[in-house]
């Protein structure tokens, strides 16, 4: 089943592009929860024409977006967490304390556009994080959870 996604859904794809799902997830989620349309003949013609139409401000949303993604290059990110025996960790550090460690530096990014490598970081030390800014600009993020005296 080929459909038109009317907004980003995760693991799938972005807002507007066309994909092919299969039949009962498209019938059962997708369409009734609003996230897509069927991709008929008349409905990938007004796609077309409205990404036509949209293309010059998309470039400069790129604009802004890589704008942002060098700030973020140039940060050093220090996320301080209390610490237990050796350089383990008393609970973990996520996507939402990464996003925090952000927004004390100036740069406000909502928590879904964050994804830690490796899910949840439960040891001290250097770690990666991908931040999303637009469906073409991804900023690979390096910062480093430290422990804290207690």
Do not use: C, W
């Not at 592009?17 to 009962?24: A, Q």
């Amino acid at each position: 089943m080929e459909l038109i996604l009317k907004q980003d859904v995760e693991n799938l794809g972005f807002k507007d592009d066309v994909v092919t799902v299969k039949n009962g997830y498209g019938r059962n989620f997708l369409i009734p929860t609003g996230h897509a349309i069927l991709a008929t003949s008349s409905a990938k013609k007004v796609l077309a024409e409205n990404l036509k139409q949209r293309a010059y401000k998309e470039a400069k949303v790129v604009a802004e977006a890589n704008e942002t993604a060098e700030a973020l290059k140039a940060l050093e990110i220090k996320i301080p967490a209390k610490v237990g025996v050796g350089t383990k960790l008393f609970g973990s550090v996520n996507n939402a304390d990464v996003v925090d460690a952000m927004a004390k530096e100036g740069q406000n990014i909502e928590k879904k556009y964050v994804t830690v490598i490796g899910g949840t970081v439960k040891r001290t030390g250097v770690y990666k994080a991908v931040v999303r800014l637009h469906r073409e600009v991804t900023v690979d993020l390096e910062f480093e959870v430290v422990g804290q005296a207690n």
